[in-house]
């Protein structure tokens, strides 16, 4: 397996890659501190299997270089490792398609479990950032009429099927794994999230992985014990 680390702090990447060759004896590791050499790298290993990447170092701009990079190499799954630590930075991130995002602040026991669900084909989000933006107090005030909001959502409103895909969602599942735990086709899963979507009236991915994870995710922590 190939991994790209993108970092411009040689720290960060040596640190990433002794918990990565702890989880995966067979891996293969290449290091780039800009995005020139990363997008270098990228352009000569085309079979690179995932890329970590900092948000910010030199020739690569936050959410303008996660959408450069995601446009030029969409085949390579990302996941971003960052000091940002709000859930803007989290949900942007989902919204340009990566598949995990590690705030640089986890503890080593997150860090190994997160690229331990990466490595092995599932995503990971950081659920408490995620779920702390459900905490923070409104700035505006509460409109007249009542409006959606996500405790509010009735999931009766979902078949079945519909429940068990987003609920699997919640708990990091790929569409890839989801489809594998179903038996179902990749293209069959997208169109149960669509559905579900639809009804929850949830218009992006983003708001989608925020809601599923606020929903199922508890359950699956209680789970996994």
Same mark, same amino acid.
């Given at each position: ?9 040689? !720290? ?40 970590? !990447? ?35 930075? !989290? ?25 331990? +669900? !990466? ?43 519909? +429940? ?33 979507? +639809? ?27």
């Amino acid at each position: 397996m190939k991994v790209l680390i993108a970092d411009d702090h040689w !720290v960060v990447r040596q640190s990433l890659k002794q918990v990565m060759r702890r989880l995966h004896q067979s891996l293969e590791t290449f290091e780039a501190e800009t995005f020139d050499e990363a997008e270098a790298l990228l352009r000569e290993h085309s079979d690179i299997d995932l890329m970590l !990447v900092d948000l910010v170092m030199p020739g690569f701009d936050e959410f303008s270089g996660l959408r450069r990079l995601r446009s030029t190499f969409p085949d390579v799954p990302v996941v971003v490792v960052s000091v940002h630590e709000d859930v803007d930075h !989290v949900l942007k991130s989902l919204e340009q398609g990566v598949i995990g995002y590690i705030p640089k602040s986890s503890g080593g026991l997150e860090i190994e479990r997160a690229l331990e +669900r !990466v490595l092995a084909g599932e995503v990971s989000f950081p659920r408490k950032i995620i779920e702390r933006s459900n905490a923070q107090p409104s700035a505006k005030p509460a409109p007249a009429e009542p409006t959606l909001q996500e405790p509010e959502r009735d999931l009766d409103v979902l078949t079945a099927r519909e +429940r068990d895909v987003f609920g699997l969602l919640g708990r990091g599942y790929s569409v890839k794994r989801i489809a594998e735990e179903f038996d179902l086709s990749s293209q069959t899963v997208r169109v149960h999230l669509g559905n579900a979507m +639809r009804k929850l009236n949830i218009r992006d991915r983003s708001t989608a992985v925020h809601y599923a994870i606020s929903r199922f995710g508890e359950a699956a922590t209680s789970e996994r014990g």
